[in-house]
């Protein structure tokens, strides 16, 4: 007997979340081709007043700014007078990104997240920290000693502000959006400070943003663990679109309709991937990219979200540069090296230990090292052009 309505009772859930993805379903229908029709409006409305005097922006809407700052992370959003940020850019990008934020009229930010200690995550904050009233600060546990991430926290100190180290599954409020913590600070991720990265998902009404900093295929696994249902209609595409990140579960449980990748024009890693463009090429998803349309605004009045530019269609691949000769992107040397690398303490250029080139090396200048490529590069190494490390 109990077990028959236990079975009833799945029927009728099983039912429910039936009816309620063919709902989903249309909601997307409409909103791709309401696209094309409100995009007008959306083009240059960053700095509208609206009736209640709002003035970054129009009331029931959520704006997500992808701020072209090169090679790096820089996302304002603001929702209902409210604003955060997610990550500064680059060091020399943090004057940029105050500018930025004063044209929009702000002056408080309801959350500065630091997604990770990287230069091109945190590099501008100190800047933006210093110069606006920031009610939240949220870092990564994961530090480094450098002085980008010693200028952050100095910043931090000058102002007398407390840093938040968010937990899995804390929920937060930005105007009438809330986001939700989807990474676990928990984890050990050895060296790799990629895959600490703080990553959210930003709910407004019917419509959902995911960011993940730059975790890497383990931190989206993880995540995948925690959460069964991380469907989103835009996500900020992992680390600038490299193929350490965005694999193919990752991609598919997501399944957004838009993306957006930041990455610097000809920048020096070769981002975004070539094997990441082709899978979003196939699963038909729209592309946006700060490399090729500079800043780029999303707005959402919670059921369609609109955009400041149409799509990018080149589905092109960055050029990996190496010593200002240029090497085409090639997938066979994408594939994840798990040695250690071996560096020359001289030329500081770091080769994979099978290279032909660690043969003739001397003795003295030799050095073994179990810190990653994008590390290695970091510390003013770079990869030797013959083993392509
Ligand atoms: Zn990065
Ligand atoms: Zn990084």
């Known amino acids: 007997m109990r077990r028959k309505s236990i079975l009833i009772i799945m029927l ?19 909103s791709y081709s309401q696209l094309n029709e409100s995009e007008d409006l959306i083009l240059g409305g960053s700095n509208e007043t609206d009736s209640a005097g709002n003035l970054y922006e129009g009331a029931g809407r959520l704006q997500v700014h992808f701020i072209d700052v090169g090679q790096g992370d820089c ?41 990770h200690p990287d230069s091109d995550h945190i590099g501008g904050l100190d800047v ?3 110069k606006f009233e920031c009610t939240n600060i949220l870092l ?3 530090t480094k000693a450098t002085r980008t991430y010693e200028d952050v926290i100095s910043s931090i100190n000058a102002k007398g502000y407390n840093i938040t180290y968010p937990k899995l599954g804390d929920v937060y409020t930005l105007g009438d959006a809330i986001f939700t913590v989807i990474t676990d600070k928990d984890n050990d991720y050895g060296e790799n400070a990629n895959n600490y990265s703080i990553g959210i998902r930003l709910v407004y009404g019917n419509n959902s943003f995911l960011f ?4 890497e295929e383990k931190a989206e696994n993880d995540i995948l663990s925690n959460y069964t249902d991380i469907k989103s209609d835009v996500y900020k595409l992992g680390h600038h679109g490299s193929s350490t990140s ?50 780029i605004i999303a707005t959402s009045d919670g059921n369609t979200v609109t955009w400041s530019c149409s799509p990018s269609e080149t589905w092109k691949a960055g050029e990996r540069t190496v010593n200002s000769e240029t090497l085409y992107y090639d997938e066979q040397a994408e594939d994840e090296y798990s040695g250690n690398y071996i560096l020359n303490k001289s030329s500081k250029k770091f080769h994979k230990a099978s290279c032909e080139g660690v043969n003739s ?29």
Do not use: W
Not at 21 to 26: E, W
Not at 79 to 108: F, R, S
Not at 248 to 271: D, K, M, Q, R, W
Not at 370 to 383: A, M, N, V
């Open 246 to 295: 965005n694999t193919e579960a990752f991609l598919n449980a997501v399944s957004p309709e838009y993306t957006v990748i930041s990455c610097g024009e000809a920048n020096e890693y070769g981002h975004p991937h070539a094997e990441v463009m082709n899978r979003l090429r196939a699963m038909g998803v729209k592309v946006f990219r700060t490399d090729e349309q500079g800043t």
């Open 140 to 142: 990564s546990e994961c």
């Open 75 to 115: 996302t304002l959003i603001t929702c209902k007078n409210e604003a955060m940020l997610i990550d500064g850019g680059e060091n020399d990008m943090g004057t940029y990104v105050q500018n930025y934020l004063q044209k929009q009229g702000i002056t408080k930010l309801k959350y500065v997240i630091g997604t």
């Open 212 to 215: 993940t900093g730059d975790g």
């Open 361 to 389: 090396m001397s003795e003295k200048n030799k050095e073994i090292s179990s810190l990653d490529s994008e590390k290695l590069i970091e510390k003013g190494y770079s990869p030797c052009g013959l083993c392509n490390p």
């Open 128 to 130: 933006v920290i210093y």
């Open 12 to 30: 009728f859930i099983i039912l429910g979340m039936l009816l309620g993805c063919s709902i989903n379903k249309n909601n997307e229908d409409n």
